[in-house]
């Protein structure tokens, strides 16, 4: 069975400090991860995902396969990063997601 | 390209009745996967269709089934409704294959009274 979890339900942060959303999975193959992103009012959009090994909008995310971690961070959080973090994961041969129960983020001016 | 439709966005029912959610994936799109998101549970996958055929199931009871049309239009059906089953739905659509994103449709609010 595969589980992700993401142990924070609400985090705060001040403009211009790092950020760090926290995502462990546990998954006996070999997963793909991804973070999605909803704004308010927007609908579920994808953030990034691990096997593409970009930035996007200054957030990364590494898989650290000896911890099943897949954290995401941000050096200077913006007012506009506020907003609902979900990690995923997806199954080597299923193109289906499992979700963390999402992490609120708000960015305080 | 349009994005993914969901109709309807609202829809209010009572207990043991019936419904039936539609989507409308992007064009070209074969894959449609359905998801509910609570506050409890968060995003939990229902299932998966591609080419007509469901591909993929999660583990939800039989009351909730779902079908897809050669257009790759998808309808999703729950019927003998429990008032645990209020909800947002969201149908996700992509490209064949597994290295593809999933785009998500603003979902169906569902209440049951």
């Known amino acids: 069975a595969q589980r992700v979890t993401q142990p924070e339900k609400l985090l705060s942060v001040f403009k211009g400090a790092p950020v760090e959303l926290k995502c462990n999975y546990s998954?006996?193959?070999?997963?793909?991860l991804f973070w999605y992103v909803q704004y308010s009012r927007q609908r579920l959009q994808l953030l990034l995902r691990?096997?593409s090994r970009e930035s996007i909008k200054g957030f990364t995310a590494d898989l650290n396969k000896g911890e099943t971690s897949f954290h995401l961070k941000k050096p200077f959080a913006q007012e506009e990063d506020s907003a609902m973090y979900y990690c995923?994961?997806?199954?080597?041969?299923?193109?289906?997601?499992?979700f963390g129960t999402g992490t609120r983020l708000t960015v305080i001016p | 390209k349009a994005g993914v439709t969901q109709t309807p966005r609202y829809l209010i029912k009572t207990r043991g009745q019936q419904v039936t959610l539609s989507c409308s994936p992007i064009?070209?799109?074969?894959?449609v996967s359905w998801y509910q998101q609570t506050p409890g549970q968060g995003l939990q996958f229902l299932f998966e269709?591609?080419?007509?055929?469901?591909?993929n199931k999660g583990n939800f009871p039989g009351r909730f089934s779902g079908r897809q049309f050669s257009n790759s239009r998808s309808e999703m059906n729950v019927s003998t409704l429990e008032l645990g089953d209020s909800a947002l739905y969201l149908c996700?659509?992509?490209?064949?294959?597994?290295?593809?994103?999933?785009?998500f449709g603003p979902g169906t609010r569902l209440t049951v009274l």
């Open positions: 996700a659509s992509s490209l064949e294959g597994l290295v593809y994103e999933q785009f």
């Open positions: 998954y006996s193959g070999s997963p793909e």
């Open positions: 691990h096997i």
């Open positions: 995923a994961l997806r199954r080597a041969g299923a193109n289906n997601l499992f």
């Open positions: 064009s070209g799109h074969r894959s």
């Open positions: 269709y591609f080419s007509e055929t469901q591909r």
